[in-house]
Antibody, heavy 123, light 107 residues
């Protein structure tokens, strides 16, 4: 079964840091671009970041650029999101997603999604 | 930045056809994707590259994209299609962009 499982969410104070992980299984992990998308409570989907299949190209939304870093370890079949200088407005469910397009250099469509991990930024 | 505009809500009667639009500047020059999200669930890709259906998505879901508007069409709408639907595209400046979402109500 093709699957993505996020972990690492929790409660953190403003200004703090947190690292999210996303473990992939059931597919050739190293072949696909991967993405992070978040959803604040009661709100819509917000794009956060992408990394291409080999980790050499990354993209960020303006709202997180300079604070968040995406990376991947294909040997561990794991995607990461290092989040720093967290703000209350970063409170959301964070989803990782796999692109539908193998080896694409740019994001296409988000085919496989994880179940999400909740990040709460609060004093 | 690049923006996608969706109607906040669309209503449809069971068995009828629902159309959800997504508007953006020259959106027809880009690929559009659509996602379904039921309450408490992760999003589900239902259309990619304007009109392609992933494996397992019913044929009643179809898509088109031309000019400034992409459209998701659900034929023979069923109660289980009631959900939020999001359009999405890629732009060289904003990278990935999602619309704000449309709540589909099956009355």
């Amino acid at each position: 079964e093709v699957q993505l499982v996020e972990s690492g969410g929790g409660l953190v104070q403003p200004g703090g840091s947190l690292r999210l992980s996303c473990a992939g299984s059931g597919f050739t992990f190293s072949s696909y671009p991967l993405h992070w998308v978040r959803q604040a409570p009661g709100k819509g989907l917000e794009y956060i970041s992408s990394v291409n299949h080999n980790g050499l190209s990354t993209y960020y939304a303006t709202s997180v650029k300079g604070r968040f870093t995406v990376s991947r370890d294909n040997s561990k079949k794991t995607l990461y999101l290092q989040m720093g200088s967290l703000r209350t407005e970063d409170t959301a469910v964070y989803y990782c997603a796999r692109d539908q397009n193998k080896f694409g250099e740019y994001p296409d469509a988000f085919h496989i999604w994880g179940q999400g991990t909740m990040v709460t930024v609060s004093p | 930045s690049y923006d996608l505009t969706q109607p906040p809500s669309v209503s449809v009667s069971p068995g009828q056809t629902a159309s959800i639009t997504c508007s953006g500047y020259r959106l027809g020059d880009k690929f559009a994707s659509w996602y379904q999200q039921r309450p408490g669930q992760s999003p589900l890709l239902v259309i990619y590259q304007n009109n392609m259906r992933p494996s397992g998505i019913p044929e009643r879901f179809s898509g088109s994209n031309s000019g400034n508007t992409a459209t998701l069409t659900i034929s023979g709408t069923q109660a289980l299609d009631e959900a939020d639907y999001y359009c999405q595209t890629w732009d060289t400046t904003s990278h990935v962009v999602f619309g704000a979402g449309t709540r589909l109500t099956v009355l």
